[in-house]
């Protein structure tokens, strides 16, 4: 069983666009993080995205901070455990952000379909989906699936170590961490690779350092996976590398406008 611990951690930082790790693909993150303020002063030429990638990405995050950072009731999430409700149209609604658009429903799809519509009709608002293809390799509806490359077209492409390295200690630095910098280089030679497992195992280091009342450091980080509720703490440890994964969160290069 795992030790209580002393402390209330509290909840992980917010997604928002300053703790999102461009890297060279900053346009994307540009145009979302303005697209309120330039719906607001209108007209927008661009208002429909559509953002995939794999899972890990981190096309979730992007979404959460369009939505965190926009004003007041402007925006909504909405994806695949939403009502229907949330995907109906509401002209006090400027941003709809719609994720994981390749597990929605039929019913789902047929409502984002309509959004879709509805967005387009009024110059007003915006609408940006996600999901883990490209329009023409998404299994949804035609219509929807046409929908979806209408607008601009973003690939979220995988982070190099370096960008992974880096969205750890920032993630550290928010969590108040001092990571030690070989720490970032361990786990990216001997674990899971894609961003959501290795968050989830800086976490785990973030609980056990606390628990210890040591700095974060390598000598830490083997004492807790030598430690009996290792596998409890962390999860599963890759075999080695996994040159395929994923990393969140990272923007990559525009497809363009798809008919």
Not at 53 to 77: D, K, Y
Not at 81 to 92: E, K, M
């Amino acid at each position: 069983m795992l030790r209580q611990l002393t402390l209330d951690l509290g909840t992980p930082p917010p997604s928002t666009f300053d703790n999102f790790f461009a890297g060279a693909n900053a346009e994307l993150v540009t145009r979302l993080r303005e697209l309120d303020n330039a719906l607001a002063a209108g007209p927008v030429a661009d208002r429909t995205f559509y953002v995939w990638g794999e899972s890990g990405s981190g096309r979730t995050h992007l979404l959460q901070a369009l939505v965190h950072e926009a004003s007041p009731g402007h925006a909504r999430f909405a994806g695949p455990q939403s009502s229907l409700a949330a995907f109906s149209f509401d002209p006090r609604v400027a941003l709809y952000a719609i994720d994981d658009c390749d597990a929605l429903s039929a019913a789902q799809q047929i409502a984002v379909f309509n959004l879709f519509n509805e967005v387009r009709a009024h110059p007003t608002s915006a609408l940006v989906a996600a999901g883990n293809a490209p329009p023409i390799g998404m299994t949804v509806r035609e219509d929807l699936r046409t929908r979806l490359g209408w607008g601009l077209v973003f690939h979220l492409a995988p982070l190099p170590d370096e960008g992974k390295a880096a969205v750890l200690k920032h993630a550290a630095r928010e969590r108040g961490i001092m990571l030690a910098d070989d720490v970032p280089a361990y786990l990216l030679t001997h674990f899971r690779r894609d961003m959501p497992s290795l968050m989830a195992l800086l976490d785990a280091l973030d609980r056990f350092s606390l628990e210890q009342k040591r700095a974060v450091t390598l000598p830490l980080l083997r004492t807790m996976l030598a430690s009996p509720d290792a596998e409890e703490r962390r999860g599963t440890p890759a075999a080695g590398p996994e040159t395929g994964s994923h990393a969140a969160p990272s923007a990559s290069s525009k497809i363009g406008p798809h008919g």
